[in-house]
Antibody, heavy 121, light 110 residues
Framework: QVQLQESGPGLVKPSQTLSLTCTVS??????????WSWIRQHPGKGLEWIGY???????YYNPSLKSRVTISVDTSKNQFSLKLSSVTAADTAVYYC?????????????WGQGTMVTVSS | SYVLTQPPSVSVAPGQTARITCGGN??????VHWYQQKPGQAPVLVVY???DRPSGIPERFSGSNSGNTATLTISRVEAGDEADYYC?????????????FGGGTKLTVL
């Protein structure tokens, strides 16, 4: 079965770029019928969608973060990545990668375990 | 932008039925998904497309959607159902299409 696993630094300095990778196992990221997404959750708060990407490279971002976000895909490694620039303490959150399944009305059917990222000097 | 409104908390005794609502303008015209999130864990999809259940989700979890309110119903509530629940839709009225989550509802099993 398909599994997702986030990886990357748990601590990022203010004004720097947060970089995370999601590795997909048990299936191909190039399979049609799925988008691949990043979602974050501030401590004690709700879920915030960041953006999503198709294996072809087409991307869609949350307008509130669009100026700072880049999501990319590496089909050879079966991975997709998140870069968030000019981070501040407000970007401290648990970051999840998740699969969007088109055949289930575009639901987020598989999630990674999440990775906590703290922005601090 | 499209807004989903959930009650912050719902409490129910074991064995009873919990109903968690998700309000939105004409939400009945959208497909609603529901996620369960237990402390320290990632969300899990429990209902998709208003009322369908992914494989492995108990039949106790059901959903409905009409008018301006979608509802997640948990029958015969168990202690293990205590969690935060989030509704989610796609806002196709915006460009690009956006993901919208409700604020979440904490289900407490008394």
């Amino acid at each position: 079965q398909v599994q997702l696993q986030e990886s990357g630094p748990g601590l990022v300095k203010p004004s720097q770029t947060l970089s995370l990778t999601c590795t997909v196992s048990g299936g191909s990221i190039s399979s049609g019928g799925y988008y691949w997404s990043w979602i974050r959750q501030h401590p004690g708060k709700g879920l915030e969608w960041i953006g999503y990407i198709y294996y072809s490279g087409s991307t869609y971002y949350n307008p509130s973060l669009k100026s700072r976000v880049t999501i990319s895909v590496d089909t050879s490694k079966n991975q997709f990545s998140l870069k968030l620039s000019s981070v501040t303490a407000a970007d401290t959150a648990v970051y999840y990668c998740a699969r969007i399944i088109l055949g289930m009305a575009w639901a987020f059917d598989i999630w990674g375990q999440g990775t906590m990222v703290t922005v601090s000097s | 932008s499209y807004v989903l409104t959930q009650p912050p908390s719902v409490s129910v005794a074991p064995g009873q039925t919990a109903r968690i609502t998700c309000g939105g303008n004409n939400i009945g015209s959208k497909s609603v998904h529901w996620y369960q999130q237990k402390p320290g864990q990632a969300p899990v999809l429990v209902v998709y497309d208003d009322s369908d259940r992914p494989s492995g989700i108990p039949e106790r979890f059901s959903g409905s959607n009409s008018g301006n309110t979608a509802t997640l119903t948990i029958s015969r509530v168990e202690a293990g159902d205590e969690a935060d629940y989030y509704c989610q839709v796609w806002d196709s009225s915006s460009d690009p299409v956006r993901v919208v989550f409700g604020g979440g509802t904490k289900l407490t099993v008394l």
